[in-house]
Each structure stands twice: as structure tokens, then as C-alpha cells.
């Protein structure tokens, strides 16, 4: 069964940055694209950011391209999630999650971790 913890989240002023980590065990860390969801209140989750580090595929979604940046550490078995330049509206709960490509892409992956709150301020 693999985990997922976050963590990292919390409170900045509008323009400020965050670093989201994504703690992976009980599996084996090559086999899973890691991706960050995010959800607003009132709003649908969803996708920021993934990685597939065998083949160094990465997807952002629009609303965050050019500020935010996803990497990995291996030895770690940890992704991270750089958060530059925040808005108020990327403020909501950030989710981890791992799985197959195409089922992280569709918002269904196999894992999800707990979520971190990340508010940004005006």
C-alpha cells in the first residue's frame, strides 16, 4: 500500500512562495507518476501538476505554468511542489496523489495522501 503525506502548506501574503512536499512509501517510488491536486471551497479539485520521473514527463496546468515548478529527489523518495509569485486564488487544499499516467491526468489516481492547506493572502 503506498502513502502519501504532505507537507509544507500554510499561510502567505500574495506574491509570496510555498514549497510542498510529498513524503512516498510502502512502494516502489519509479513505479508511480506523482502528481499535486488542489481543492477551493465550493470548487471541483483540480490538477496542478505531475511528474513521471522515468521519462521526465511533466504537465502543469495553465493557471500555474511559469510559477510554480514540480521536481523530485529520489534518494528522498520525495516530490516537491515550488509555489512562486502566489495568488489568492491558488489558496485551497493541496492533495498528493500517485498512479498511472493517464489515471493521475484524469484526476483518478490510485493514492491520495491527506491534503495540506495553502491560503494566500491580499
Known amino acids: 500500500e503506498v502513502q502519501l503525506v504532505e507537507s509544507g502548506g500554510g499561510l502567505v501574503q500574495a506574491g509570496g512562495s510555498l514549497r510542498l512536499s510529498c513524503a512516498v512509501s510502502?512502494?516502489?517510488?519509479?513505479?508511480?507518476?506523482i502528481g499535486w491536486f488542489r481543492q477551493a471551497p465550493g470548487k471541483e479539485r483540480e490538477g496542478v501538476s505531475c511528474i513521471n520521473k522515468g521519462e521526465g514527463r511533466i504537465f502543469y496546468a495553465n493557471s500555474v505554468k511559469g510559477r510554480f515548478t514540480i521536481s523530485s529527489d529520489n534518494a528522498k523518495n520525495t516530490v516537491y511542489l515550488q509555489m512562486n509569485s502566489l495568488k489568492p486564488e491558488d489558496t485551497g487544499v493541496y492533495y498528493c496523489a500517485a498512479g498511472l499516467w493517464w489515471h493521475v491526468r484524469g484526476g483518478i489516481p490510485e493514492y491520495w495522501g491527506q491534503g495540506t492547506q495553502v491560503t494566500v493572502s491580499s
Open positions: 510502502g512502494g516502489t517510488f519509479d513505479d508511480y507518476v
